[in-house]
């Protein structure tokens, strides 16, 4: 069936290294993809999107990559912190028969763990 | 500015109570949606409610059922609980059911144990 999920489950690394979180979906006509962080004990938050009309994307310390060719994307996180440290998810609105942005369909999660 | 409040913060029931949990949406939003969130792994969908109706559902039973009310708060229904439903449940604000973004505002969830 079709999926949104992550490469690898965890991921450390030290301070300071550059992080890069993998995902892989399926739908084909999927065109927005989002990235969400969440700490431990507390509700996701938004990181940064991108639309596939575009194959990359900056926020602030993070760039995340659109491979449509291959349905990848990645999240990459610069110089990473310690308060980095959380589950990363990437979601899918459109995968499920959402009909709009609030219905996400999220993958496992790879859990960041960055180490001072 | 408040983001989105839930509550009760945790919770007990046992096997086939009902439990209501509630929601505050983050001031300036009308859309809540609802997400249960097993213990490691992803938040999954259960409904999305906007202008006080149900707009989306997830794959969820019928036990589940939800309201929003007209100052956009809302609840979660769950009856005759199952061990199964012991989980982190999430509520989640937008503005207009979320059109044009995937820009959520999660609250910090209310933690439900079945036993």
């Known amino acids: 069936g079709e999926s949104v999920g992550l490469h690898l489950p965890t991921l450390s690394v030290q301070e300071g290294d550059n992080s890069i979180i993998n995902c892989a979906y399926s739908?084909?006509?999927?065109?927005?993809f989002i990235w969400y962080k969440q700490e431990s004990g507390k509700g996701p938050q938004f990181i940064i999107d991108?639309?596939?009309?575009?194959d990359k994307r900056q926020g602030q310390r993070v760039t995340v990559l659109l491979n449509k060719t291959v349905k990848h994307l990645s999240l990459q996180i610069a110089a990473t912190q310690p308060g980095d440290s959380a589950v990363y998810f990437c979601?899918?609105?459109?995968?499920?028969?959402?009909?709009?942005?609030?219905?996400?369909?999220f993958g496992q999660g790879t859990i960041l763990t960055v180490h001072p | 500015d408040a983001g989105v409040t839930q509550s009760p913060t945790h919770l007990i029931k046992t096997r086939g109570q009902q439990v209501t949990l509630r929601c505050s949406p983050k001031?300036?939003?009308?859309?809540v949606s609802w997400y249960q969130q097993a213990l490691g792994q992803g938040p999954q969908f259960i409904f999305q409610?906007?202008?006080?109706?149900?707009?989306q559902r997830g794959n969820f039973p019928d036990r589940f059922s939800g309201h929003q009310f007209p100052n956009y708060s809302s609840e979660l229904n769950v009856n005759a609980l199952l061990l199964g439903d012991s989980a982190l449940y999430l509520c989640?604000?937008?503005?207009?059911?979320?059109?044009?973004?995937?820009?959520?505002?999660f609250g910090e969830g209310s933690r439900l144990t079945v036993l």
């Open positions: 979601a899918d609105p459109l995968l499920g028969g959402g009909t709009s942005y609030g219905k996400l369909t």
């Open positions: 409610y906007y202008e006080e109706e149900e707009r």
């Open positions: 001031s300036g939003h009308d859309t």
């Open positions: 739908n084909s006509a999927s065109d927005y």
């Open positions: 991108i639309r596939s009309n575009m």
């Open positions: 989640a604000s937008s503005f207009r059911a979320g059109g044009g973004t995937g820009e959520l505002f």
